[in-house]
T-cell receptor
Framework: AQTVTQSQPEMSVQEAETVTLSCTYDTSESDYYLFWYKQPPSRQMILVIRQEAYKQQNATENRFSVNFQKAAKSFSLKISDSQLGDAAMYFCAYLQGAQKLVFGQGTRLTINP | DTGVSQDPRHKITKRGQNVTFRCDPISEHNRLYWYRQTLGQGPEFLTYFQNEAQLEKSRLLSDRFSAERPKGSFSTLEIQRTEQGDSAMYLC????????????FGPGTRLTVL
């Protein structure tokens, strides 16, 4: 079974600085998708960024970018110019086909003003 | 696009009671998923539907749990004879049926079993 591991339960960063959240996963498949979701306190989960495993190019969305290392099964999220609104739980997730997401345990990100 | 909606947002019940939650997916999405999230953890998959067909159920889904999606539109998740261990956030998500499609989540229903 596929597993996703986020080794950083909590991270903090100064406003306007850059922070990187780590994620590793385990799979024997070659075709899959990876996601980062953000869950602000008491609010719903929203998509941050999506990566297709067959694409070598790292996905970017404005201040958010990933470092996808397929051979190492690593998928880290970099947040540049951190803002107070970035404070949330961040979940890394794995998807094969159009089936279930497998989530990591999450990383709580705090932004210090 | 109104997004995924869930009702109720909060439910407090006594142990042994039955509860039912509703999820309305994004209208053009064929797939609908249920997840359970306990405090401080990532969501765990429960079950999913392709239109009205329930395609997979997790081993987490005991025989006290049942889910339906009549007519392939909204879905209900029922928990019979609730236990304190059922206390959690129940999340619904929907997606188109293409491979790798993003799942969009609703706000969740927080269940507290006393």
């Amino acid at each position: 079974a596929q597993t996703v591991t986020q080794s950083q339960p909590e991270m903090s960063v100064q406003e306007a600085e850059t922070v990187t959240l780590s994620c590793t996963y385990d799979t024997s498949e070659s075709d899959y998708y990876l996601f980062w979701y953000k869950q602000p306190p008491s609010r719903q989960m929203i998509l941050v960024i999506r990566q297709e495993a067959y694409k070598q190019q790292n996905a970017t969305e404005n201040r958010f970018s990933v470092n996808f290392q397929k051979a190492a099964k690593s998928f880290s999220l970099k947040i540049s110019d951190s803002q107070l609104g970035d404070a949330a739980m961040y979940f890394c997730a794995y998807l094969q086909g159009a089936q279930k997401l497998v989530f990591g345990q999450g990383t709580r990100l705090t932004i210090n003003p | 696009d109104t997004g995924v909606s869930q009702d109720p947002r909060h439910k407090i019940t006594k142990r042994g009671q039955n509860v039912t939650f509703r999820c309305d997916p994004i209208s053009e999405h064929n797939r609908l998923y249920w997840y359970r999230q306990t405090l401080g953890q990532g969501p765990e998959f429960l079950t999913y539907f392709q239109n009205e067909a329930q395609l997979e159920k997790s081993r987490l889904l005991s025989d006290r749990f049942s889910a339906e999606r009549p007519k392939g539109s909204f879905s209900t998740l029922e928990i019979q004879r609730t236990e304190q261990g059922d206390s959690a956030m129940y999340l619904c998500a929907s997606s188109p049926s293409l491979q790798g499609d993003t799942q969009y989540f609703g706000p969740g229903t927080r269940l507290t079993v006393l």
